[in-house]
């Protein structure tokens, strides 16, 4: 087993344990000398561990005195009856449009890959695409959530679509026109007006320094909440673990579903992305989405929504008929710099000069 697979198992298991209540809010975490000699792995794995809980909000490092866990599983939803704890409003700043100075993509490395595709594909470009997408497209993004998301999907779960908008209209069709949908305040403006044009009413919900605040949450009427957990725009908040967790409690407790909007996790400086709440949600509550025109270019209007396995049965009886929206081409060419390896040594490329800036 090498380093890698060490480090992210260590981290793995104090995660579960601290989620599961057996490292509480406040308490000191095992020294690193203790847990490497525990463990039989270096005090440099150890660190590697701890740099990971302490990115991703479970843990906090205190100088000369150690590791402190940060996460907190209390709140309404978890124990009925307790206070929220006191939340304050972010500091938005004038940031401009998300669409705005997105990362190039190399030219290059696009055209080569395109030269590649119609050279290998042929005649096949002509053919139709299945409604949901082509099954090359589907397996290379299936493969590539488990690389970097800790996602595992089927192919069948994975619904291929022309941009972010195409794909909130498909959320409303399946999880229906009668209920209310819950979204951060301030967010991205358009978020809200493709609903309302798809016929639904919203509602608007504070955001403070950590995510929606918890207030607002459980005073919502709402039987589905649109969050975009990683770096909302314009507050440019990241929900914290504890309160990714919040969320996934506040839709058990309610039967509601979660919209998962992942734009720009890719390009964290994180050393690991944080956990999506389609990875930590065990009831099948979350529908988690996420397009190209980020981390390839705004002008390729392609995504791709991941359904909860029991919501698979339903599209194909209400949507299964309706075809692709995203020429063919454009999913070979999708599926090609998936697999080739071309799209994340972009993502990474992009994520160590932005750690230099």
Request: net charge neutral; with cysteine; proline share 6%.
């Amino acid at each position: 087993m090498n380093h890698e697979e060490k480090y992210m198992q260590l981290y793995q298991r104090i995660r579960k344990e601290i989620i599961e209540g057996a490292w509480p809010h406040g308490s000191r975490l095992p020294s690193k000398r203790t847990l490497a000699a525990e463990n039989g792995i270096s005090v440099v794995t150890v660190e590697h561990a701890f740099s990971l809980l302490c990115d991703e909000g479970y843990a906090e490092s205190r100088p000369r005195s150690g590791y402190y866990v940060t996460y907190r599983a209390g709140d309404l939803y978890a124990q009925p009856g307790a206070k929220a704890a006191a939340e304050s409003s972010p500091v938005f700043a004038g940031e401009p449009d998300p669409g705005d100075a997105a990362p190039l993509f190399p030219y290059s490395v696009l055209s080569r890959a395109m030269r590649k595709v119609l050279a290998l594909q042929g005649e096949k470009l002509l053919i139709k695409s299945p409604g949901s997408g082509l099954p090359e497209l589907k397996d290379a993004i299936s493969a590539y959530l488990m690389r970097s998301r800790g996602i595992r999907v089927s192919r069948e779960q994975i619904i291929i679509g022309s941009g972010a908008e195409y794909l909130y209209g498909i959320v409303v069709q399946l999880l229906g026109h009668d209920c209310i949908y819950a979204l951060e305040d301030p967010s991205y403006e358009k978020i809200r007006r493709v609903y309302e044009m798809n016929g639904v009413k919203t509602e608007l919900l504070a955001m403070g320094n950590d995510g929606i605040l918890s207030s607002a949450l459980s005073a919502s009427r709402a039987a589905v909440l649109h969050v975009t957990p990683y770096n909302s725009w314009p507050s440019r908040v990241t929900a914290s673990a504890s309160k990714r967790a919040e969320y996934i409690r506040w839709a058990q407790a309610r039967e509601a579903y979660i919209v998962e909007d992942d734009y720009d996790s890719e390009f964290t400086l994180l050393s690991k992305p944080e956990d999506t709440l389609f990875s930590l949600e065990p009831d099948h509550r979350v529908l988690y989405l996420n397009t190209f025109s980020r981390t390839i270019a705004p002008s390729l209007r392609a995504g791709y929504l991941v359904l909860p396995p029991d919501l698979v049965p339903l599209y194909e009886e209400k949507m299964g008929f309706i075809s692709c929206t995203v020429p063919v081409f454009e999913q070979y060419l999708l599926a090609e710099l998936i697999e080739d390896g071309d799209f994340e040594r972009h993502i990474n490329r992009v994520r160590r000069q932005r750690r230099k800036a």
